[in-house]
């Protein structure tokens, strides 16, 4: 009865104010908004850094002589299986140490932002991501290198658990998505900066030192700039900040007159703070099943496009197809180009055509590359001996930066958006969580198994990603609704309890 209450105020308030139900409560587009939105997105451009790093270091000469001389032998037989040179656990292990680190990273996030504040939070993931830098920039033995991982996963669990939530959180909601994308844009600068450094670096005596330790850079910027943003007044006034909440609120808008939005976040967090388990709440209402399916299987279908295959492996899977290695990392710079330039395209435009467009068109384009290029490598990529055509590594370039284009514009980016605005206030943290964590288990899995399934499956694993993306494509079509321009407090209202199948999981009035 009082949330019915406070439901019919809310419309008489709105109709007082000509605001029609669904839109955004009144804001400005405000500097502050934005800088802080795109100080707390270097976060995203630590995470592309080391997602793009990984892959030119493990094919680099220097590296593998120090650190898995045994690959360095394989590599340079020349009876070796094209698809078994790289096929190595504790090489696959430098590359997923990281993502296995950043689950309990995350884990603990998702408390400690909601005990302390996001921007602690994002502060902590920087001086992890720093600390980490530095020791692989140090390292002399194999033990050095993967701590050094792992101190860099909880940099990456810390603010890939916080950031998203953080720009949700301050941004107003016509503008949501696009803020929320620059996280996703600076991954992808992150990984093309990181491939120009392994370009770089690639003929330089222990070159690997300075790609790896290159990864300083991002933290320190996210370390100074995380000093001048304000922390979200949905996390002041969970925490019973409400006088310094209705400041910054007022600052971040650009208004005096905030009391619609205020009351918003107010009603939803005393909800909140009666929830004194979020996880159990999560996981046994029934109303909080449909986010939790949703932003769990996006990011979960994020990472089975077959991304990771391009994002860690491109210099390697270059060198399979008998590239060189400057080739091969010249390649991947124009691939993580393509990359970036695209990720634009998604940021103008999200908040115009919605987010169900993009996720459609990106898995169809993703299906028919990813078709093309298991056929190319089947017909021509025999188990001995480079591809004796030229022009197919050329075809399977362009057919990446086709596929890698259809990603960046569609569930590279909004795999990360929509967990971020589906879940209410009392679950937000502990539903984020499960977004993130499944990706970093599914992160971890590709990164740790894909150069063994590579060896064992050969061109069969590109059908295989294939078929995950019509999969994905028909779940988006039928399970997911549109929460293009829907204020995160009526997520519920808005889309849930209308769609033909979720609305099942509410109780009705």
Same mark, same amino acid.
């Given at each position: 009865?009082?949330?019915?209450?406070?439901?019919?105020?809310?419309?008489?308030?709105?109709?007082?104010?000509?605001?029609?139900?669904?839109?955004?409560?009144?804001?400005?587009?405000?500097?502050?908004?934005?800088?802080?939105?795109?100080?707390?997105?270097?976060?995203?451009?630590?995470?592309?850094?080391?997602?793009?790093?990984?892959?030119?270091?493990?094919?680099?000469?220097?590296?593998?002589?120090?650190?898995?001389?045994?690959?360095?032998?394989?590599?340079?037989?020349?009876?070796?299986?094209?698809?078994?040179? @790289?096929?190595? +656990?504790?090489?696959? #292990? =430098?590359? !997923?140490?990281?993502?296995? %680190?950043? *689950?309990?990273?995350? &884990?603990?996030?998702?408390?400690?932002?909601?005990?302390?504040?996001?921007?602690?939070?994002?502060?902590?993931?920087?001086?992890?991501?720093?600390?980490?830098?530095?020791?692989?920039?140090?390292?002399?033995?194999?033990?050095?290198?993967?701590?050094?991982?792992?101190?860099?996963?909880?940099?990456?669990? @810390?603010?890939? +658990?916080?950031?998203? #939530? =953080?720009? !949700?959180?301050?941004?107003? %909601?016509? *503008?949501?998505?696009? &803020?929320?994308?620059?996280?996703?844009?600076?991954?992808?600068?992150?990984?093309?900066?990181?491939?120009?450094?392994?370009?770089?670096?690639?003929?330089?005596?222990?070159?690997?030192?300075?790609?790896?330790?290159?990864?300083?850079?991002?933290?320190?910027?996210?370390?100074?700039?995380?000093?001048?943003?304000?922390?979200?007044?949905?996390?002041?006034?969970?925490?019973?900040?409400?006088?310094?909440?209705?400041?910054?609120?007022?600052?971040?808008?650009?208004?005096?007159?905030?009391?619609?939005?205020?009351?918003?976040?107010?009603?939803?967090?005393?909800?909140?703070?009666?929830?004194?388990?979020?996880?159990?709440?999560?996981?046994?209402?029934?109303?909080?099943?449909?986010?939790?399916?949703?932003?769990?299987?996006?990011?979960?279908?994020?990472?089975?496009?077959?991304?990771?295959?391009?994002?860690?492996?491109?210099?390697?899977?270059?060198?399979?197809?008998?590239?060189?290695?400057?080739?091969?990392?010249?390649?991947?710079?124009?691939?993580?180009?393509?990359?970036?330039?695209?990720?634009?395209?998604?940021?103008?435009?999200?908040?115009?055509?919605?987010?169900?467009?993009?996720?459609?068109?990106?898995?169809?384009?993703?299906?028919?590359?990813?078709?093309?290029?298991?056929?190319?490598?089947?017909?021509?990529?025999?188990?001995?001996?480079?591809?004796?055509?030229?022009?197919?590594?050329?075809?399977?370039?362009?057919?990446?930066?086709?596929?890698?284009?259809?990603?960046?514009?569609?569930?590279?980016?909004?795999?990360?958006?929509?967990?971020?605005?589906?879940?209410?206030?009392?679950?937000?943290?502990?539903?984020?969580?499960?977004?993130?964590?499944?990706?970093?288990?599914?992160?971890?899995?590709?990164?740790?198994?894909?150069?063994?399934?590579?060896?064992?499956?050969?061109?069969?694993?590109?059908?295989?990603?294939?078929?995950?993306?019509?999969?994905?494509?028909?779940?988006?079509?039928?399970?997911?609704?549109?929460?293009?321009?829907?204020?995160?407090?009526?997520?519920?209202?808005?889309?849930?309890?209308?769609?033909?199948?979720?609305?099942?999981?509410?109780?009705?009035?």
């Amino acid at each position: 009865k009082q949330r019915a209450r406070q439901k019919e105020i809310k419309k008489m308030v709105m109709g007082v104010m000509n605001i029609e139900e669904g839109a955004s409560l009144p804001a400005k587009n405000t500097f502050q908004v934005f800088m802080c939105s795109i100080i707390a997105a270097v976060g995203g451009l630590m995470f592309g850094y080391d997602i793009g790093i990984s892959g030119g270091v493990t094919s680099m000469d220097t590296f593998l002589i120090k650190f898995f001389h045994h690959v360095y032998e394989k590599k340079h037989r020349v009876h070796e299986n094209n698809y078994c040179k @790289f096929d190595d +656990q504790l090489l696959q #292990l =430098f590359t !997923s140490s990281l993502y296995l %680190a950043g *689950i309990f990273a995350s &884990l603990a996030a998702s408390y400690l932002s909601r005990r302390f504040g996001r921007k602690p939070i994002i502060m902590s993931a920087s001086a992890f991501f720093l600390c980490g830098a530095i020791l692989n920039f140090f390292a002399q033995e194999l033990g050095m290198l993967i701590g050094g991982r792992i101190l860099l996963g909880c940099g990456i669990g @810390f603010g890939n +658990q916080t950031v998203p #939530l =953080f720009i !949700s959180e301050i941004a107003p %909601a016509r *503008i949501r998505g696009g &803020l929320n994308l620059m996280f996703q844009f600076l991954i992808t600068i992150g990984i093309l900066a990181a491939s120009y450094v392994n370009f770089l670096t690639s003929t330089v005596k222990d070159g690997w030192r300075y790609s790896l330790g290159g990864a300083a850079v991002p933290a320190l910027i996210l370390l100074i700039g995380s000093f001048f943003i304000h922390e979200t007044p949905a996390s002041l006034i969970e925490r019973g900040k409400d006088e310094e909440g209705k400041r910054v609120l007022r600052k971040i808008r650009g208004l005096e007159d905030i009391e619609l939005e205020f009351n918003e976040i107010k009603r939803a967090t005393e909800i909140s703070n009666k929830v004194k388990s979020p996880f159990k709440e999560l996981f046994t209402k029934s109303e909080n099943r449909p986010p939790l399916v949703c932003g769990t299987l996006l990011q979960f279908f994020q990472q089975f496009t077959g991304i990771n295959v391009v994002m860690f492996y491109a210099p390697v899977l270059f060198q399979t197809m008998g590239s060189g290695n400057n080739a091969s990392l010249i390649s991947t710079v124009v691939t993580n180009g393509v990359n970036a330039v695209a990720t634009i395209i998604a940021v103008v435009m999200v908040d115009r055509l919605g987010r169900r467009f993009f996720l459609v068109e990106g898995a169809t384009q993703m299906t028919a590359t990813q078709i093309s290029i298991g056929a190319l490598l089947l017909k021509h990529l025999h188990l001995i001996g480079p591809i004796t055509s030229r022009s197919v590594p050329l075809i399977v370039l362009i057919l990446i930066c086709i596929y890698v284009s259809g990603f960046a514009w569609s569930w590279g980016p909004l795999g990360w958006l929509v967990p971020s605005e589906i879940y209410p206030l009392e679950v937000r943290n502990a539903g984020y969580f499960c977004a993130v964590a499944m990706n970093m288990v599914c992160t971890f899995v590709i990164g740790q198994f894909f150069l063994s399934a590579l060896c064992r499956f050969r061109s069969g694993l590109f059908f295989f990603f294939a078929v995950m993306n019509v999969i994905m494509g028909l779940f988006v079509i039928f399970f997911l609704p549109e929460t293009k321009g829907v204020p995160i407090e009526d997520m519920a209202e808005q889309r849930w309890k209308k769609h033909w199948h979720w609305r099942k999981y509410f109780k009705q009035n």
